[in-house]
């Protein structure tokens, strides 16, 4: 049987993104160890790692847990920088003059210049293009294999700024920034300024960070530069990130920028976040974007709303059932009319599907691609090949809130007073004299195991082997309304 889960959620939709963010921020007084936050990652099982000067910090997203030298053994200090995951599953961090740390199977090792690396305070490490750690010491570069750090077997030049996903590296040497690949200069530009950090994004600019608070960018040998007048600081970026959306974020001592569709937006404490230095950018799997700076932990997530009215092309203003097609078509019920939403155009349909003059509660589409439409007053319209065919829902007497098909091709109609169920052409109506834990239906669901999980105004029943089963005040199941029914990928219910 699946596991149960009440669950409350308030959620804001939008089909269209704008750069507002909400601001929610950690410091020393909700968990950090301590205020500098330099180096973000979420590892492949999920966790979100974090290091500052005060310890290394898992975040499970209730708690952060702690990693130093006093309480974890294997680690020598409590001083970290950089987090990098090879394509091993192995967490590599770095530490300020105490070499490289490892988290593998829950046991974190040390490594330092008696495992082979010229100094103990790393420099530059990167991921190479088979997934590989990478560490560039001043006269080479060092390679893990085999549980030890190689020397690669074609020396590197020392002076690497960034290394690119398929494997080129960017250097800077007597004004030469070059690109290598395949061993030759892909690129030489001789430059009358000193490059300090370079990143080279996926639509291949490469955005540098020089002297004289100078940001630049390369594209097709043509370089841009911007200043003030783009809204962008004067101050040099000292970290730099591309979201999956494809936009730039540039960490500053004097706040946050982000770039997208050619414009700077910028951000500082002022608007929330927890410092105006920034030290890491990090984007996660839900796409929520993490800051660290030198005062905290900073989490920026989108509070976009676009609204939408009949101006815009709906049949009402007053929207009751939303639902998306097969062909990814949102179709969008009124009180009088409806509405179908694609390729960016909203359009009334209502007079089309026969439902301009009646109030839409509930939409779904079924195996075979037909649209079933419910309606205030009672009745169902099927949709096939351009044809309606009209279901009075009889003895129902109240109007349809939702309709859903079952695995056996069943369709399912729960009203304001009963449910009803249409099988081989014959509609057969339930109430709670069956089982059914209240009148009013308002969610269907089906699980993986073929059992029909029914919302009502009193609680949950699930029907299961020809039986209806009330499990109000059961199995931590309240006798509330319970209005939506989803099952996750572990087979948990949540309502």
């Not at 974190?108 to 103990?120: M, P, Q």
């Not at 319970?482 to 087979?491: K, N, T």
């Amino acid at each position: 049987m699946n596991s149960l889960k009440t669950f409350s959620l308030i959620c804001l939709f939008s089909l269209a993104a704008a750069a507002q963010y909400r601001f929610d921020s950690w410091t020393t007084d909700n968990g950090l160890p301590q205020a500098s936050v330099n180096s973000i990652l979420q590892t492949r099982d999920g966790f979100l790692w974090m290091t500052t000067f005060g310890g290394l910090v898992r975040y499970d997203g209730m708690r952060f847990d702690v990693y130093n030298s006093g309480n974890t053994k294997g680690l020598r200090t409590s001083r970290f920088l950089k987090l990098l995951e090879d394509k091993d599953g192995n967490l590599w961090i770095t530490t300020e003059g105490q070499g490289i740390a490892r988290f593998r199977d829950g046991i974190f090792t040390t490594y330092t210049t008696e495992n082979g690396l010229n100094s103990n305070q790393v420099g530059r490490v990167d991921i190479d293009s088979d997934g590989d750690l990478l560490i560039d010491e001043h006269d080479r570069t060092l390679e893990w294999k085999n549980e030890a750090f190689v020397p690669l077997a074609a020396e590197e030049p020392e002076n690497i700024l960034f290394r690119t996903a398929t494997g080129a590296s960017w250097t800077f040497k007597n004004s030469h920034l070059r690109k290598i690949e395949n061993g030759r200069a892909a690129v030489d530009l001789v430059t009358d300024f000193n490059v300090l950090r370079v990143f080279q994004d996926s639509k291949d600019r490469l955005w540098i960070a020089a002297d004289k608070n100078l940001l630049l960018m390369l594209k097709d040998s043509k370089l841009t530069s911007y200043s003030q007048a783009d809204n962008f600081p004067d101050a040099r970026f000292t970290t730099v990130f591309e979201d999956r959306q494809g936009a730039i974020w540039f960490g500053t001592p004097v706040g946050l920028v982000r770039y997208k569709d050619e414009k700077f937006t910028r951000y500082a404490a002022a608007d929330g976040l927890t410092g105006d230095v920034v030290t890491a950018v990090y984007q996660d799997r839900e796409n929520t974007i993490w800051v660290g700076t030198q005062k905290g932990l900073s989490r920026l997530t989108s509070r976009a709303v676009t609204t939408y009215s009949s101006a815009d092309g709906l049949a009402a203003d007053n929207i009751y059932p939303i639902f998306q097609d097969a062909a990814g078509k949102i179709w969008i019920g009124s009180w009088s009319g409806l509405t179908v939403y694609e390729n960016g155009v909203f359009q009334n349909v209502g007079e089309r599907f026969g439902a301009a003059n009646d109030n839409v509660t509930a939409l779904t589409e079924d195996l075979d691609g037909n649209l079933w439409l419910g309606f205030w007053s009672g009745e169902v319209k099927r949709w096939k090949n351009g044809e309606p065919t009209n279901f009075l829902l009889k003895n129902s007497g109240a109007n349809v809130r939702v309709i859903y098909q079952d695995q056996t091709g069943n369709m399912w109609f729960g009203t304001s007073e009963n449910l009803v169920r249409l099988q081989d052409g014959k509609l057969t109506v339930f109430t709670t004299n069956d089982g059914i834990s209240g009148e009013q239906i308002f969610a269907l669901h089906e699980d993986r195991e073929g059992n029909l999980w029914i919302g009502t105004d009193a609680g949950l029943t699930v029907y299961r082997d020809g039986k209806f089963t009330a499990l109000k005040g059961a199995e931590e199941v309240p006798a509330n309304i319970v209005r939506s029914i989803y099952e996750d990928a572990d087979g948990t219910l949540w309502f």
